[in-house]
């Protein structure tokens, strides 16, 4: 009798279930198991093994899914690295490896079948068969070429690249023709070329692959400087490192990674791509898979499991020479020839999962997988994490950098715009500086565009008597709720526990609440009366609650149907307006007082990365910054775009008070609705691990959110140095909580451990 270890979705070690004769498992392979009475489950094997367990009633498999095993041998390593380093279980793993099959039905299987998979597919061209001789071709040209050269220039092209594979009768692959989709669109439209649509030709990755014709792309040219950080990747990777590309906002990382890209691709390799979230990229993946059409293919948590589900299988079935460009769940995808893994933005907090086991990092996840694989690793960002700086300092990443932005564009000057001086001289209106007015009103008369950037969504943060203070907050999480205009009630921004914004104050009954501090609701309202002929939108949270609306704000800005466009950090990521030459940021004092270690790297980072949306094209941006401290170093750094000095000093710092990355940080949030439960249980915890860690113990503290969702929360802070190996520090870590989970009195309060907390 063989037995063997399955991993279900459950915060539990694998169990043990016996394998029928006749039934023929493998590690990897998705089964089916009864669990309970009357649950079944879908698992994953894990080990098999002869030796009988010694409990008394082991149940049988029941089934076995798919022909291939799910997971192959370094998905395996990777799972069970993140649930030693990061201290959950398997399950927990497999819950977001596999959101399909994690749910305690068996529906989901019999939905996602082998058969239901729909290989990839990729678009052909065909001019139509009265084009297909050179005498009719030729015809065309002299009829319609001086009236309609763009299309007969199209024509032509489709012609050569026919001709090129056997004649112009021959279906060319639309991903070389390059044209925009509403000029091929309209040739189909007036019969000149019928397109179809075909199965994309798995490279047969396996021993030899050498009856496939290499595939072909459409690639931009580089400039000197790409060419050279294109050679200190291709360097670093020989050397089997992986290589830091840090590239300025607007110097043209993505054309580096295209090039790199379609080397892998070529070769029948894979290649992952991952991005911080999926719809804020739009911009990006629509290039990318005009460029890789066919072959490219996105993993995200907007598609249905079942899809999701699906995708996983075929690439566990088979794949090669495909391009998966996902979030951070995509890094559990069972590529089988993994060649290339790039971490576009590799600052991003998104990397990182904290709101749920296993809370893992995505790019150290990537790291980890190029080690047990050998698939090259490229971390790319304009304001790296100072973590991946120091590795590169240290020689353990190879630092590539670009320093200047693709062509003639230039840096956007940036201008600090003092507010205290401004309310002295009476040079405020509202929230805006005159100096901030006076450029959006040039932008205006341009016909340029601008962005406005406040880290604040809704319409005055809080609200607040003047009489006496009060402040109304969340009864469930106990942070002041924000005024929405919109709905005209006041809302947790937690929990969206939301109501009435009260005429009256509740604790003095004086009828004196105002509204304070200001979102981008309120930056709109005032824009819009400050500039009445202006088209102004927002982009923020409450605008883009679904993918459609947000599309909508960004294509009418990419359309420049809008002329000012407010928003929250959405307008930082990635975007390439072109009109835009005038970024303001409104409060970069909110950026820098947040109490948190990382608030001086996450101010640079974010002011840095919204600075880089001004002046991408022709005209040179200009970015103004509204701050009561024009002399802050980080201020100062984001004037110069000094990189460099703001990570040497910010390092400095961590260093001297012991924040990573010269240690590792392990934070342990507890949870309880009953407060003095909470407190004996967190004190009792740090005790026990002042024994294992001594000083490096920080805390019992009430969570910055001291109250979420009606519970209490507070943490303790583990400052892990770097004499101590994260191997003992974790084992310590889970005898502790082990130790913890056994004590009865416990039983009810949550534990949450964060490695690697942001
Ligand atoms: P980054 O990602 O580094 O901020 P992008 O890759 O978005 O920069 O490039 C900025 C702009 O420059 C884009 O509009 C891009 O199309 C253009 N660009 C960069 N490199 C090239 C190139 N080699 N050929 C053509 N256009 C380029
Ligand atoms: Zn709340």
Redesign the pocket.
Known sequence: MLYAQVVLPLAQPPYTFSLDEGLAVSVGDAVVVQFGSSRYYTGIVWSITEEKPDYPRIKPILSKLYSKPLLNSTMQRLWEWVADYYICSLGEVMRVALPSLSKPSATSLTELTERSITPPTERYLTLCPDLQSEATLADYHTKYGRRAPRRCATLDAIAALAVAQGGLGVAVPRRLVDVESEHILSLEKQGLITSEWRTVERHSWGVDGANNTPDTFLL????AA?NTALEGIRAAHERGQAALLH???????????IHLIAEHLAAGRDVLMLVPEIVITSQ?VE?LERIFEGRTTTYHSRLTPLRRGETFLRLALASGGELIVGVRSSIFLPMQNLGLIIV?EEHDANYKQSDMAPRYNARDGAVYIGHMCGARVVL?S?TPSLESYMNALSGKYVYVE?TE???D?VLPEVVVSDTIRAVKRGERRTHFNLDLLNDIARTLAQGDQAILFQNRRGYAPYIQCRTCGYSPRCPRCNVTLTKHKSSSRMECHYCGYNTPVPSVCPNCDIQDMSLMGFGTEKVVEEISRLFPSARVDRLDGDTSTSESAFKRIVHRFERCETDILVGTQIVTK?F?F?GVTTVGILNADNLLSTPDFRASERAFQLMMQVA?RAG??NNRGRVMIQTSQPQHPVIRDVATGDYRAMALRELAERRAFGYPPYSRLVRILIRQQDYNLLRHAAHRTAEMLRTRFGGAVMGPVASALEMLRGEYRAEILIKVETTMPMRDARRHIREVMGAIDKCKEYRAVHFDIDVDAL
Not at 220 to 223: A, E, R
Not at 247 to 257: A, F, L, P, Q
């Open positions: 931009p040219t580089l400039s790409q590239g300025v906002t607007g110097s043209g990382k993505t054309e580096i990674y990006l290039r576009d790319g304009a670009l932005r693709w062509g564009g990635g390439d072109k880089g991408r094209h």
